[in-house]
């Protein structure tokens, strides 16, 4: 189980760390202008947070309840569209025009999280995973 939780932080912690720099660059597309120190810190305070928070609240726990049954691509999108639509749903009450941008950041936030979990699986299934002998 530690390991489990080991890859969860390492996926989190890397999608609070591209989501906002994903977003800056969604921002600038076009203003053609460069990118600030104080566009840095409050997309860092804002967008990291929240990131971290969906992934940890979220992504996880609808990426272990996905049927295993289906496909990868199947268990992206099931947690792509939990993602999706929690932080829509909790954001609304509470402000007027950010609900959506909230919903685009949770659904990057559980893209990048499944797809670094997965990475992070492949990566640590360590010497005792032993693929050549059929079990049974």
């Known amino acids: 189980m530690t390991k489990e939780l080991l890859r969860v932080l390492v996926a989190a912690l890397a999608a609070a760390a591209l989501v906002p720099l994903l977003f800056l660059a969604l ?10 120190g104080d566009d840095l810190v409050f997309a860092y305070s804002l967008a990291g947070p929240f990131a971290l928070a969906v992934c940890i609240l979220l992504a996880w726990p609808a990426y272990r309840f996905a049927p295993r049954a289906s496909s ?10 939990i993602c999706l639509i929690g932080p829509v749903l909790i954001l609304y009450p509470l402000v007027g025009e950010f609900p959506w941008k909230g919903g685009l950041a949770g659904g ?6 499944v797809l670094t979990f997965r990475f992070a699986d492949r990566r640590s299934a360590g010497p005792d995973l032993d693929r050549s002998s059929p079990s049974g």
């Open 27 to 36: 921002d600038q597309f076009g203003e053609w202008q460069s990118i600030g």
């Open 108 to 113: 990057a936030s559980a893209i990048i999280f």
């Open 72 to 81: 990868a691509a199947g268990r992206l999108l099931f947690t792509t569209a």
